[in-house]
């Protein structure tokens, strides 16, 4: 019988079959001796151990089309990042190193703004102008007043979506609103195996729709950029893209070298300067990380 993952926590899997309902399930010891481990969105076969029970083993993985580290998730193909326009004020490096993880993956994001009734127009002008150009849509919205949501919604149809963000930012009252049921199915789970249902501790997929998921995962406050060296930093600024090749020099890295076309693009306002700063952050602080490797 086969099913997706929708929840993993304390060794059990929860496991969802279309028209039979939603298995618990132990993984075989094999996924341990092959040092693989089930993810929230896995695909899988189980075999069924109590009917009655609603109980099952995982016998299988499927292949996965892709494979996240933090949040660790299976098989999405969009990200959603909340953050909130105010209070707190956007960490806008943390949302920076998460576009750029998701662009190694080869994922497309949503920006999402919450708390736009606590900031004023010009900062939601500015958030806005910032991240006109990196690729991503962004989209302001008030979890609390139920505005901008059914856009949102829109963007949700037909895709599996990992939902990621830092902590307080409003992110389970937005996926509340998104999926209403949300609440009912994490404290039914919750209860049974004695855990607090209030903070999101582990990832969690629900069915929003035909062929429409959503994961919710942990709230996270450093992103760590794995696997990417200083000198590919500059392809996953999608803004960059279209100036490379102009500079004066091949291969230039956008920042010490003369007749940089990126930067006269910052001067001339048509590149975020609050983007590349970042850019510049992050290339100082991967370079800085290969010296201590090398030291």
């Excluded at 900062?123 to 505005?147: H, M, N, P, T, W």
């Excluded at 039914?188 to 195996?193: D, G, L, R």
């Excluded at 279209?242 to 091949?250: A, L, P, T, V």
């Amino acid at each position: 019988m086969k099913g997706r993952i929708t929840k993993g926590i304390a060794g059990f899997y929860y496991v969802y079959v279309e028209g039979s309902g939603l298995y618990e399930c132990r993984a075989k010891g094999i996924f341990r001796n092959q040092g693989r481990k089930p993810l929230v969105g896995d695909e899988v076969e189980i075999e069924i151990l109590d009917q009655e029970k609603k109980e099952g083993s995982i016998v299988s993985l499927l292949p996965r089309s892709c494979e996240l580290i933090r949040p660790a998730v299976a098989n999405v193909d969009q990200a959603l990042v909340v953050f909130a326009a105010a209070r707190p004020k956007p960490n806008l490096s943390l949302l920076d190193r998460f576009l750029v993880m998701m662009d190694q993956q080869s994922i497309d994001t949503i920006i999402c703004f919450n708390k736009k009734d606590e900031a004023s127009d010009e900062e939601i002008q500015r958030l806005s102008d910032i991240y006109s150009g990196c690729k991503s849509r962004v989209l302001f919205v008030s979890a609390k007043y139920q505005e901008g949501t059914e856009k949102l919604e829109e963007w949700l149809l037909g895709h599996t979506t990992t939902v990621a963000g830092p902590s307080g930012v409003g992110k389970s009252t937005l996926i509340n609103l998104l999926v209403p049921d949300a609440c009912m199915q994490t404290g039914a789970i919750s209860q049974k195996i004695d855990r607090g249902r209030h903070t999101t501790r582990h990832s969690e997929l629900f069915r929003i729709g035909e062929d429409s998921y959503l994961f919710d995962t942990p709230g996270f406050s450093s992103l760590e950029l794995a696997g990417l060296s200083k000198e590919d930093l500059r392809h996953s600024f999608p803004e960059f893209r279209e100036h490379e090749g102009r500079c004066r020099f091949q291969g230039c890295l956008h920042l010490m070298e003369p007749g940089c076309s990126v930067k006269e693009a910052v001067e001339e306002s048509r590149i975020s300067r609050e983007r590349y700063e970042s850019y510049a952050l992050l290339f100082q602080g991967l370079q800085e990380k290969e010296k201590r490797r090398y030291s």
